[in-house]
């Protein structure tokens, strides 16, 4: 001790600054180490000490991640919402994120449901429409507890045509409402007459004519449709110019081929052709399609749903069943279209953070450089933000490589106790939409994950393996007993 005391001291201070402070105001030579306590309060911490180093959790993340990496979705074709999504009564609007009341929607959410009401034909007037909504005499629910996603507001109604996603792996299916385009849209939270018409025109001609075109082409498969957009600049939620293109190389053949008139062929074809946003409706599907096969394995912390409802943000786990951990949705940061400012923005909003949960996305974006042109930040940060989600996930998915990270796999399969040990949050890009219904998408940007969330989820995980090994103790205490 005298040795160490004597000679020029160097100290690594790991926490508390005032100790720091010490050292060197007393000539001593001292590196500072940033670190708090994991979840920032004790129920986090300890469940986090409680999972870290647990086999069976280790097991179970890596049984969950191969079901995803295993998943072969595709589309096997498109039918009316209320013909395939899963308990769909005739009066039910689906919504995104985690289940919410009207009372507590938001003007985006609330705004995209009028105009679900008026496209039913249940309402005469966005005012009954309104009312209905607010008498309770709608049933709302969450698209993903239906199997289904759906992009910002996510509203889905019954007569909505629907992509069917078909994980050809272990069975399970998945859907997805049609993208509508840019602009004043229901996702957005407009339910002007224009933004009817446009639906109806969907549902009239859009729908049966794409339903056509797969009856008679045949499924088309995804995962390399997907890996082949991401290698062409793709991230799969915000930039998916090169997946709508190669979606629509798929289908232009069909549709030609399919027995609907020449005029309502290139209708349907200009409307694709005009919508770089086509596709991501498609791959909202595949990605929910891919983790919903990871769900349900006991004791696993792998995340295999993260959405927002514009109010809060919810995840569910691998290995907690249908169980939602929320907290408040945050804002973005990003780039804001002329005129509009963060003031005016929702909350964060959309089921599109499946794409996220599925390692593209934010979790892509050194795949697509370009983005950042539309959510803000540089190339350089895109590359980042990549590299930083390797440190919160299981694995990195073979299929889905980045030419600029040397064929890297996207970083996939987020572990909770990661989040929460490593302080890393999860990062998501999406569009913004205006807080009031009927103005819309009024810029795009990036925003994390709520580690509440996180927090929540670990602390519930750690609980219940805890109850089951005090049953399996008490069991075995009592079979002992019997002997």
């Not at 306590?37 to 991640?65: H, I, T, W």
């Not at 009028?114 to 309402?123: D, Q, R, S």
């Not at 995340?303 to 809060?312: F, P, Q, S």
């Amino acid at each position: 001790m005298s040795g160490l005391l004597s000679g020029t001291l160097s100290v690594i201070n790991v926490g508390l600054n005032s100790f720091a402070d010490a050292i060197a105001a007393n000539s001593g030579t001292v590196t500072r180490v940033q670190w708090e306590p994991p979840g920032g309060e004790p129920a986090a911490a300890r469940a986090v000490a409680l999972l870290a180093g647990r086999k069976q959790v280790d097991q179970a993340n890596q049984a969950a991640f191969e079901r995803y990496i295993a998943a072969e979705p595709v589309i096997e074709g498109i039918a009316l919402a209320r013909e395939v999504i899963p308990r769909m009564g005739e009066r039910t609007l689906l919504h995104s994120g985690p289940p919410l009341p009207w009372a507590r929607m938001g003007g985006t959410l609330q705004g995209a449901a009028v105009g679900a009401i008026l496209l039913e034909g249940w309402a005469r007037d966005a005012e009954a429409a309104r009312a209905m909504a607010e008498r309770g005499e709608i049933a709302l629910g969450s698209c993903h507890e239906h199997d289904a996603v759906g992009p910002m507001a996510g509203v889905t109604s019954p007569s909505m045509p629907v992509w069917i996603v078909r994980n050809r792996t272990h069975g399970n299916r998945a859907f997805c409402n049609l993208n509508e385009g840019l602009g004043k849209v229901l996702r957005y939270g407009a339910n002007g007459p224009e933004v009817i018409e446009r639906l109806k025109w969907m549902g009239r001609v859009l729908g049966p004519t794409l339903e056509k075109t797969l009856i008679g082409r045949g499924p088309i498969a995804l995962k390399p449709l997907m890996a082949r957009a991401l290698q062409m600049g793709d991230e799969m939620h915000n930039r998916n110019a090169a997946a709508s293109a190669l979606l629509f190389k798929q289908l232009a053949p069909g549709l030609l081929r399919a027995e609907v008139p020449g005029g309502t062929a290139a209708e349907v074809l200009e409307f694709i052709n005009g919508n770089d946003h086509f596709f991501l409706n498609v791959a909202m599907a595949a990605c929910k399609a891919m983790l919903e096969a990871a769900a349900g394995v006991e004791a696993s912390s792998m995340v295999v749903v993260m959405a927002r409802n514009g109010t809060e943000f919810g995840i569910r786990l691998s290995g907690t069943g249908s169980r939602w951990f929320t907290a408040t949705a945050p804002y973005l940061d990003g780039l804001f279209f002329a005129g509009y400012s963060k003031a005016d923005a929702s909350r964060d909003i959309g089921d599109s953070a499946i794409t996220e949960t599925a390692g593209l996305g934010g979790f892509a974006m050194a795949a697509a450089p370009a983005i950042v042109q539309f959510v803000g930040g540089t190339p350089r940060q895109a590359v980042e933000n990549t590299l930083a989600m390797g440190h919160i996930t299981v694995g990195s998915h073979p299929a889905f490589t980045i030419p600029a990270l040397d064929f890297r796999g996207v970083p996939a399969g987020i572990d909770a106790r990661k989040v929460v040990d490593r302080r890393i949050l999860p990062i998501i890009n999406s569009g913004i939409a205006h807080r009031e219904a009927g103005i819309g998408q009024i810029g795009a940007g990036i925003t994390n994950a709520p580690m509440a969330c996180f927090s929540q989820a670990i602390v519930a995980l750690a609980q219940q393996l805890e109850s089951q090994d005090r049953e399996s103790a008490s069991g075995g205490a009592e079979a002992m007993a019997g002997r």
